[in-house]
Structure formats: C-alpha cells, structure tokens
Nanobody
Framework: QVQLVESGGGGVQTGESLRLSCAAS????????MGWYRQAPGKQRELVAA???????NYADSVKGRFTISRDNAKNTWYLQMNSLKPEDTAVYYC?????????????????WGQGTQVTVSS
C-alpha cells in the first residue's frame, strides 16, 4: 500500500517561516499531482497549493507570494515553504497525492492523504 508522512509543523511567531515535507512510500508506480490542504477549527478543509507532474503550480489567493510548493521526484517527496506566516495561517496542514500504485498484479490510481501536521502562528 501507500503511505504519506508529513513533517515540519510547529509553532512560530508572525512573520516567521516553516517548511513542511511530505514523503510518499510504498508500491508507487507514479505520482501525478501533489498538494497541500489546511483546515482551521470550525472551517472546511481548503486547498493551499498544488503541483502537477509537469511542474505546474496552483495557490490559494491567501498564500500567493508567501508560500511555495516544490517536489523532489526522485524522493517522492514534496514541500511547502511558508514565509511571512500570519495568525490566520494557523491550521492543521494535510498533504495529498494523486498517484498510481501496484496492487498485486494490477495498477490502481487513487488519492491518498497524510495524517496532518499542526501549524500555529502567534501574533
């Protein structure tokens, strides 16, 4: 099977930076797209940033110019560099991936999610 493991969350002050990482492991054939979502208390989960296999990126308006998503295909790992953090960025951040994996004798495509990592920005 496939597992996504996140790291890099924590507590920072306004204006500081954090870098989140998400590593995918398992019987992966290919990863088509990777992304980061976040969910603040009492709010719906929202897309923060995404990157396709071709390198095209997409960002939420609220993070444009401050956050950068990148990927290391050789390591099946992607990152979210978060600069100039604000209290409103406080949330649980989840990584996800649309990928194809080996399931015994066949290839299966599905979406997987990480377990979530807390980011807290204090004013």
């Amino acid at each position: 099977q496939v597992q996504l493991v996140e790291s890099g969350g924590g507590g920072v002050q306004t204006g500081e930076s954090l870098r989140l990482s998400c590593a995918a492991s398992g019987s992966i054939f290919s990863i088509h797209a990777m992304g980061w979502y976040r969910q603040a208390p009492g709010k719906q989960r929202e897309l923060v940033a995404a990157i396709t296999g071709g390198g095209s990126t997409n960002y939420a308006d609220s993070v444009k110019g401050r956050f950068t998503i990148s990927r290391d295909n050789a390591k099946n790992t992607w990152y979210l560099q978060m600069n100039s953090l604000k209290p409103e960025d406080t949330a649980v951040y989840y990584c996800n991936a649309d990928l194809t994996y080996y399931d015994v004798t066949r290839l299966v495509s599905d979406r997987f999610w990480g377990q979530g990592t807390q980011v807290t920005v204090s004013s």
